[in-house]
């Protein structure tokens, strides 16, 4: 299905980069204080080997004791205080990419929660759920070697600083190892890209066949593959050890081309040093010192260099970050009065849906529903009974057509005065994890215990919640206390009872009960349905039976629309589904 094909957006270079700034500008104080620290770290850092030479020089020329104490104490000083503001810049540095991304994955889960959920859908959950996870986590990591390159970069930038107020000819001979760092990195970049990612290849497979085996452990004893099975991840595991080695060599060999780097470097510098020394132009002392400098270059140089790869993939999943944010969304209109409790009706004009790129399964549908009025939808299955039901509901817009809610079009009611309009259970009911409290106050956040109380016993809950270790309390959700599909679906119903809306959607609300649960959940669907316009997916025909009017579906199009009597004394399709119903 093409539905799976992302239709999620991914940012721009230019404004993933101009999003995060936002993100770090909001935190100015943190941002200035890391920006202060690492300057005075790396300049702390720089004054160390300067003072090195100063005291070369000092002693060349025979320096007093007391000088040369004096500038040995200095050094211990700078090098203590470079120490402690490296450790304190590192810090605040993660510190503030660390809050810029807490925001940014915010920003960006609200934008999920609120984008159009046809839109979501589209995108294909995944796509979403990578980004708000992987992504996110991705980037999160990718923090603290950020900090790592921001000191890097600052500490670069003063000691070439540094370096050129020493003396600029001996800054020219540095240049010399610029040839050999792009020659390496123009060789090492598409390299290792090729490598990791066949070494991630690699190490999936081997997970996926360890994964298979032990999963399908019986079947693996039952036909005695064992030995057979225990040499396909024998040779998946040493395929993937053999990629890591690859992927380990491939940076070896960029490992030691810095080191070449360096010795070129360092060549050139010593030997332009030697030269300005000899021709009485420089001193031993500035030499030494641009040497140390130079030496001290080549750990923050290499950092930078290496993590080019890790920056940029972060860079990656920074981008599709952004693109979450860039997706329009309705605004939360904070402004609008809530449609409150008063009747509403439901009207459809001619709405017609297909998903996707795929055929139209809903042709222009109209139908009016009076407040307080209760529809069944019935049909066979996939007559399009739960695409018109969502539709109504506002799960998800129609391709064409109008649908009102209590006369407003639902396009132009806030996502928070559509919650509060229509209340929908869906087939796939959720229990989200936290106590059974937490979970029905999902609906209504201010509801109170009594309240909580009086929702269930409306559903016929209150028996089975009472029982539970902790009552209201217990923990439910994934590993926690289970709950049955019955028992979630009863929940789901509470939660519309709590949420009070006028509307109701209940698209086979007791479809996943076995039959002795199934009467239990019709009644908790009669008691949330009363007093509220309801349309009810009603697969169970008693339940049809029970409301005011019946509109059955067939190819896409309401094919009967009437009360139950009138329709079985019409004989027409509801006559004969009841008839087969009460054989
Ligand atoms: N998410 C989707 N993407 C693509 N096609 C879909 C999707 N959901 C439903 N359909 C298709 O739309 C048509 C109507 O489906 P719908 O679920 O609305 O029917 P239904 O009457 O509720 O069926 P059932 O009783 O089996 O739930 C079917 O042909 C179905 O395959």
């Known amino acids: 299905m093409s539905a799976q094909t992302s239709v999620l957006p991914v940012a721009t270079g230019r404004t993933t980069l101009a999003t995060f700034w936002q993100s770090l500008r909001r935190h100015p104080a943190l941002g200035w204080a890391s920006v202060g620290t690492s300057l005075a770290a790396s300049g702390a850092a720089v004054v160390v080997p300067l003072l090195l030479g100063r005291l070369v020089d000092l002693v060349v020329a025979d320096g007093t004791t007391r000088s040369l104490l004096l500038t040995s104490a200095w050094i211990l000083g700078a090098g203590f205080a470079a120490a402690v503001l490296t450790g304190a810049s590192r810090w605040l540095v993660t510190e503030w990419g660390m809050r810029a991304c807490a925001d940014l994955r915010e920003e960006v889960l609200d934008h999920a929660l609120r984008m159009d959920s046809a839109r979501l859908e589209s995108a294909g959950s995944g796509d979403v759920a990578s980004r708000v996870t992987d992504d996110v986590e991705q980037v999160t990591d990718s923090i603290r070697l950020a900090a790592g390159v921001f000191t890097a970069l600052v500490t670069v930038l003063v000691t070439i600083a540094g370096f050129a107020a020493l003396d600029w000819r001996i800054a020219a001979a540095f240049l ?121 270059l080549f750990g923050p140089l290499g950092m930078l260099l290496v993590s080019f790869n890790d920056v940029q993939s972060a860079g990656a999943a920074l981008a599709r970050l952004v693109g979450v944010i860039g997706v329009d969304v309705p605004a939360t209109r904070s402004g609008d009065a809530p449609a409150g409790r008063a009747a509403a009706g439901v009207t459809a004009k001619s709405v017609s849906h297909r998903y996707a790129d795929g055929p139209a399964v809903l042709h222009d549908v109209s139908i009016e529903i009076a407040a307080g009025e209760s529809l069944a939808i019935v049909g066979a299955s996939g007559a399009g009974k739960t695409t018109l039901a969502a539709i109504l509901g506002g799960v ?135 007093g509220r316009t309801a349309i009810v997916v009603a697969h169970r025909l008693t339940q049809a039976h029970a409301c005011d009017r019946v509109a059955v579906m067939s190819r896409g199009r309401i094919v009967e629309l009437g009360r139950p009597d009138d329709l079985v004394a019409a004989g027409g399709r509801y006559a004969e589904l009841w008839a087969a119903w009460r054989r």
């Open 176 to 296: 010399v190892v610029l040839p050999v760092h792009v020659f390496s990195l123009r060789r090492f970049t598409p390299r290792a890209k090729r490598l990791y990612a066949a070494e991630r290849q690699a190490a999936g497979v081997r997970t996926q066949r360890l994964l298979t085996t032990f999963g399908g452990m019986r079947t693996v004893h039952a036909y005695g593959m064992a030995q057979r099975q225990s040499q396909r991840v024998e040779r998946a595991s040493q395929d993937a050890a053999d990629a890591r080695l690859r992927a380990v060599r491939g940076f070896l060999w960029f490992a030691n081309m810095m080191n070449y780097a360096e010795a070129i470097g360092l060549t050139a510098v010593l030997l332009a040093g030697f030269l300005l020394v000899r021709a009485g132009d420089s001193s031993v002392g500035d030499v030494t010192a641009a040497a140390l400098l130079f030496h001290r």
């Open 396 to 530: 998800f817009p129609a391709t064409d057509g109008a649908v009102w809610l209590g006369g407003r079009l639902i396009g132009d009611l806030s996502p928070t005065d559509l919650r509060r309009t229509v209340g929908v259970v869906t087939q796939e009911v959720h229990v989200f994890a936290g106590t059974l409290a937490d979970d029905l106050r999902l609906a209504a956040p201010d509801a109170s215990e009594d309240d909580l109380h009086a929702a269930l016993r409306l559903v016929g809950a209150d028996g089975w919640v009472a029982a539970l270790p902790a009552g209201l309390a217990t923990p439910v959700g994934d590993g926690e206390h289970p709950v049955t599909p019955g028992q979630a679906q009863q929940l789901a119903l509470a939660r519309i009872a709590l949420l009070d809306p006028p509307i109701v959607v209940l698209d086979e609300a007791s479809a996943e009960a076995g039959s002795a649960g199934a009467h239990q959940l019709e009644l908790a669907s009669s008691a949330v349905i009363r």
